[in-house]
Structures are given as structure tokens and as C-alpha cells.
């Protein structure tokens, strides 16, 4: 891969973030999510239209993961927003080539109910509240 084409690359991993910020809308939210060999979490508050990021977050790392997952290689993205309430809405998207599929509230439960070390299913996450993702609208 030479320069130009990574930075295309990069260029569609930051409108990839951009939209995930955008959808989360306003408060508090812990954006995970990994692709290729990378992974990250980044803790953010938005307020209007401004994204705040949290002390000693890594830009770069999530910068770095979506560039991995807008590839051929993929990649997976679940935002949490806590709510008022106690509890946590949960929305998840597969990356693909640059699209963003969003999950169901179904696959995101099943996904979650697994786990990944010895495939036992284990309980729901108390107060984990699952939502359909909506659409990301990623220009080109």
C-alpha cells in the first residue's frame, strides 16, 4: 500500500468516527471497538456539535483501529451511552470496506451472551439495554 492510499484510508476512518460521534448525540459515551490487530476504547462527551474527548484519551489508537476496519479486513464497533436511569444503551456496527452495517439488538445480545475465552453462554450484562444501531451516513 503506498501513502496515497493509505491516507485515503485514514481519510474514510475519520468520517467513520466522525459519523459514530455524531450518532451517539449529546452526553456522556464509551466508543469501543476493534480491527485488524487492534483494538481501543475512548470515553468522549458530546454537547451540541462539539466532542469532547476524555483526559488521556488516544485519538491516534482509535484512529488507527478504524483504518484497519474500514478495509478488506473489517472490523466491529459498540458505543455505550449510560443513561439516567442506571442503565446503558448498547448500539454495534460491522465494518466492512468502508460501510457500516449497523447490528441488531438481537445479534448484539447474542454477542454479548458468549463467552469468548471458553464458549460457555453467560447471563445478560444487568441494566445493558440493546437497540437496534442506526444507520451511519458515511460520505465518500
Known amino acids: 500500500m503506498d501513502s496515497r492510499q493509505f491516507r485515503e484510508l485514514e481519510q474514510r476512518a475519520k468520517v467513520l ?9 449529546d452526553g456522556c459515551h464509551v466508543l469501543t471497538g476493534g480491527g485488524g490487530p487492534l483494538s481501543f ?4 462527551h458530546n454537547q451540541g456539535t ?4 476524555s483526559v488521556g484519551a488516544e485519538l ?3 484512529l488507527m483501529t478504524a483504518t484497519f476496519a474500514v478495509t478488506e479486513a473489517g472490523g466491529a464497533f459498540i458505543l455505550r451511552t449510560p443513561r439516567d436511569d442506571g442503565t446503558a444503551r448498547l448500539w454495534g456496527w460491522r465494518i ?4 457500516a452495517k449497523p447490528l441488531t439488538s ?5 454477542a454479548y451472551a458468549v463467552d469468548h475465552e471458553t464458549g460457555d453462554l453467560i447471563p ?6 440493546y437497540e437496534d444501531a442506526p444507520c451511519l451516513h458515511l460520505s465518500r
Open 17 to 25: 468516527l466522525d459519523a459514530l460521534f455524531d450518532a451517539a448525540g
Open 106 to 110: 438481537l445479534w448484539l445480545r447474542n
Open 50 to 53: 462539539v466532542t469532547h474527548l
Open 96 to 99: 466492512s470496506n468502508g460501510d
Open 60 to 62: 491516534e489508537d482509535a
Open 41 to 44: 476504547s475512548l470515553h468522549f
Open 124 to 129: 445478560p450484562e444487568p441494566r445493558a439495554r
